[in-house]
């Protein structure tokens, strides 16, 4: 594996030609080559109840690619083909790598966040245009049975469910299915290529119309092989998986890296880390199965400094690595010296495969950083214009938005209308994140472009607000949003999650953070403690949800004694709408005691 250590290595792979360095640009050719390299080497290990006391079950690379192809040859038994997909509604399993995979063979894979309501599941898979369902039966974590079947009665265009596991009515048994089809060959006759769509992912948060993410093949094999670039893989190392297969990042990053490789990965039972009894045996379980690296958000690194690792033999982790959302400085210090763990910051996005930017393994880490720019690929902060076209690229130090580049990047959304203005030059990605980068090469992030908070013209990046109340003994997390403002447009607003067993109040906080905040501008007008944080399901903080609930409050305050009640909807298209019901005779005064806020009102007189 060569050397990370510096931009200069970078440049020295890309010495190579691209097509001279990953011989393969479909799934199914990787699966072949590191099925004859290692046959019998482990490829999955898997820990059917996330503890370290489980007796594992192991896939093979030999099993893990005949199982692949069986579970494709499945779904084209039941009519997938390749303009159709298969929507995948599981937790964390051996299967769903089979039925995901296998999908992306037949058709395309949609892999579907069993969290969500059924009313959102329906809604992904018709925009997917699936007919199969990948589901499991009674027993299955996170209750995806009953959604199942409440999908079926919303959706009238699924033909076929498949379950896995106990027997589910009306369902083809997956393991039966699969079992009764060839696993040496696509009996579709199907010849993949690159540029095929592998997998549709929906991305874009918990509400609305959640947008599908076109991954190909090629762009999944050259993230595979990336994968293994930053992190160094090798057949020898164990890749613990606590994150969920719905997504990018242990799917593709560290679940097809680690295949393309030759690494296994540890499947830490169905729920991963949302399993607070494995949470607990975490550190056992990198112990008994002698983890070397693993993939996690920073909410997730907070919950483990709770769980120190002292009885447990760690030595065998190279490193743990962080992405998904900008790890506080604190958090960062804390955890390697209680832990002695090295963090690696990454940076990504499912549009881009997962990821774009690395802190070297080899070299500096900055911390706070998201690290240098990765092989065949670029990034670059620019400045756009109020449409969002390209003006010019960023000079030094200067914050812009940040636009990539690279074979990772996808062919765009589904949903057409979505692709509107997110290429503001060919072939460069608008992420939608403001950032800058040093002259050594390192890009900093400095929060979303549309989380800007602008009080009375004056930017506040909210991570300034968040850095500060996180260097409080007493929380554990923050997040700072904007306030609707009849006078200034904005003010900031900061919501906390205090540590176990913390009684500092709000005005206290308030009072640190007006002292410690840099900009007195961006000190916030308040302080909401909360007993969570809203993260998605991968641990990303979910700001608008937090941003409503700031609207919602502003808006009731300046309607208190009005006797209203106050709803603020996310429109994808319109943005932040207020809705108010209030007393018949009443909408005159309520519309003007709103005149001043910047967002659309809709008032609803009742009788």
């Known amino acids: 594996m060569e050397r990370f250590a510096g931009p200069d290595d970078v440049r020295a792979v890309e010495a190579v030609p691209l097509e001279e360095r990953i011989p393969v640009r479909t799934i199914d050719a990787m699966l072949r080559v590191s099925a004859a390299r290692a046959p019998d080497d482990p490829a999955l290990i898997w820990l059917p109840d996330g503890r370290a006391g489980d007796r594992p079950e192991t896939v093979t690379f030999a099993e893990l690619e005949a199982r692949i192809i069986a579970a494709a040859n499945l779904f084209h038994a039941h009519g997938v083909r390749p303009d159709a997909a298969v929507s995948i509604l599981l937790p964390n399993l051996p299967e769903t790598h089979y039925a995901l995979w296998g999908g992306s063979l037949a058709g ?34 996170f209750d995806v049975t009953a959604k199942a079947a409440a999908v079926r009665a919303l959706y009238p265009a699924l033909e076929t469910v498949i379950a896995v596991g106990a027997a589910m009515d009306g369902a083809v048994p997956f393991t039966a299915g699969c079992a009764g089809q060839p696993g040496d060959r696509l009996v579709s006759g199907r010849c993949v290529s690159g540029d095929d769509v592998s997998v549709y992912f929906h991305t874009g948060g918990t509400t609305g119309t959640p947008k599908l993410a076109q991954q190909t093949h090629w762009n999944q094999v050259f993230m595979a092989w990336t994968a293994g670039f930053v992190l160094g893989l090798t057949r020898e190392d164990r890749i613990l998986t606590g994150l969920p297969l719905f997504h990018a990042n242990a799917a593709v990053a560290t679940g097809l890296g680690g295949i393309y490789w030759g690494a296994a990965s540890i499947l830490t039972g169905q729920q991963g880390y949302r399993d607070k009894a494995m949470m607990a045996d975490f550190w056992g379980i990198v112990a008994r199965h002698r983890a070397t690296l693993f993939s996690a958000v920073p909410t997730i690194l907070a919950g483990l400094l709770d769980i120190l690792p002292a009885a447990h033999d760690i030595a065998s982790l190279r490193f743990a690595m962080c992405g998904a959302a900008p790890m506080p400085v604190p958090l960062f210090e804390a955890f390697e010296a209680k832990t002695g763990l090295r963090i690696l910051e990454l940076y990504g996005m499912t549009e881009g495969a997962a990821l ?39 000079a030094g130090d200067e914050p812009g938005n940040l636009l990539l580049s690279g074979p990772n990047l996808f062919p765009g959304y589904r949903q057409a209308e979505r692709n509107a203005g997110i290429w503001p030059l060919p072939g460069w990605l608008d992420s939608g994140d403001l950032a800058r980068r040093d002259p050594d ?12 908070i ?147 009102v809709e008032i609803e007189e009742t009788a």
């Not at 579907?112 to 809604?123: F, G, H, W």
Request: proline fraction near 7%; charge should be negative; charged fraction near 25%.
């Open 108 to 141: 395309a894979a949609n892999p579907v966040n069993p969290l969500l309501r059924p009313e959102q599941i329906a809604a992904i898979m018709a925009a997917a245009g699936s007919r199969v369902l990948v589901t499991g039966g009674p027993g299955t974590a």
């Open 356 to 394: 774009s930017t690395a802190n070297p393994r080899d070299g500096e880490r900055r911390i706070g950083s998201i690290g240098l720019r990765l092989p065949y690929q670029g990034v670059r902060p620019a400045i756009l214009d109020e449409e969002g076209a390209y003006v010019r690229d960023c």
């Open 454 to 600: 602008i009080r009375a013209g004056h930017n506040i990046d909210p991570a300034m607000i968040e850095e500060a109340l996180h260097r409080h003994p007493e929380v554990e997390l923050a997040a700072a949003v904007g306030r609707p403002d009849a006078y200034a447009g904005e003010v900031p607003v900061a919501y906390v999650a205090l540590t176990p067993g913390a009684n500092v109040t709000a005005e206290k906080l308030r009072e640190f953070a007006r002292e410690t905040v840099a900009e007195r501008p961006a000190a916030p007008a308040e302080v909401i403690i909360l007993d969570a944080i809203p993260v998605t399901a991968v641990g990303k903080i979910f700001k608008p949800a937090l941003r409503r609930d700031a609207a919602e409050r502003a808006i009731a305050a300046a309607l208190d004694g009005m006797d209203a009640v106050v709803e603020v909807i996310l429109d994808d298209r319109r943005g932040m709408i207020a809705h108010v019901r209030c007393p018949a005779g009443s909408g005159e005064m309520s519309k003007a005691a709103l005149a001043g806020f910047a967002i659309m």
């Open 441 to 452: 090469g390192y890009v900093w992030l400095l929060g979303r472009a549309k989380d800007l």
